[in-house]
């Protein structure tokens, strides 16, 4: 009956360094959102999952960025050789049936990178 | 032109006054709408969703109207917990997926 969890809660990285950040959708939800939020930004797409297959990835800023999604469930997404201006919340949501129903966030990853 | 486009604000406004907030859309976002409230440093969360024939929950009432292509939020009576940033929510396409709005800050002072 939980939520959206993600972890970890905050992550503090150097430049060029490689971070992963996990998603557990509510259980039963069959899709996956990443997004990222710079300070004062708006939402950012990054990627959606429907199972475990990525119909829309068309929002990964570069290929350093790459994301699965294993039995339905458990995401990770994984930046690869980290950047300053990588340094954003990355928030995580779930729905039940698929794009465009109700969305149930996660609290987000802070990812700081020095 | 953005898909989805809100004035950022900030709106600040006394306690009891009605506010209201426009969202523009643009054509690949304009199957379904909502609106959703973001707390400061939290996640955001569905506040409404918003039907052609217009909806009120409780002191919010959201309304579309296609022919301008714009959605708005009115808040009656505001209170001090309304303060937060509001997103505005398109859906693109009949299976696309939803797209944020940058959001509308408010403010309600005491």
């Known amino acids: 009956g939980a939520g959206v969890s993600q972890s970890p809660s905050n992550k503090v990285t150097e430049k060029g360094k490689d971070v992963e950040l996990r998603c557990d959708p509510i259980s039963g939800h069959t899709a996956l959102y990443w997004y990222r939020q710079s300070l004062g930004q708006g939402l950012e797409f990054l990627i959606y999952f429907q199972g475990n297959s990525a119909p829309d990835k068309s929002g990964l800023p570069s290929d350093r960025f790459s994301a699965e999604r294993t039995g339905g469930s458990v995401s990770t997404l994984t930046i690869q050789r980290t950047q300053q201006e990588d340094s954003a919340v990355y928030l995580c949501?779930?729905?039940?049936?698929?794009?465009?129903?109700?969305?149930?966030f996660g609290p987000g990853t802070r990812l700081t990178v020095l | 032109r953005k898909e989805v486009e809100q004035d950022p604000g900030p709106f600040n406004v006394p306690e009891g006054a009605t506010v209201a907030f426009n969202c523009t859309y643009s054509n690949s976002a304009s199957q379904s709408f909502f609106w959703y409230r973001q707390d400061c440093r939290k996640e955001p969360k569905l506040l409404m969703s918003?039907?052609?024939s217009g909806n009120e929950d409780g002191r919010f009432t959201a309304q579309l109207n296609r022919a301008s292509q714009y959605i708005s939020l009115l808040i009656r009576d505001s209170k001090l917990s309304d303060s937060a940033t509001y997103l505005c929510?398109?859906?693109?396409?009949?299976?696309?997926?939803?797209?944020f709005g940058k959001g509308t800050k408010l403010s309600v002072k005491p």
């Open positions: 918003v039907y052609s």
């Open positions: 949501a779930s729905s039940l049936v698929g794009a465009g129903y109700e969305q149930f």
């Open positions: 929510v398109g859906r693109r396409g009949s299976q696309g997926n939803l797209i």
